[in-house]
């Protein structure tokens, strides 16, 4: 199985803890919600699902 992020907006408060815990910098915050700013550095280790106080960000296992 396959994994990507998702992001669900209408749960972002936009606290920023997912884009100051990713690695890679793939989050950012732009207009008070968190942004995915290039999916192709992610490397899907899960440190943005674990610290959202919101839930709003989480790895999904989607079929190939």
Known sequence: MEKKL?????????CGICAAFCPKGVLVIKKEKVTIEDISK???????????????????????
């Open 42 to 64: 992610c490397i899907l280790c899960g440190q943005c699902e674990q610290r959202c106080p919101d839930y709003a960000i989480y790895i999904e296992e989607v079929e190939d």
């Open 6 to 14: 998702v992001v669900n907006l209408k749960w972002c408060k936009g």
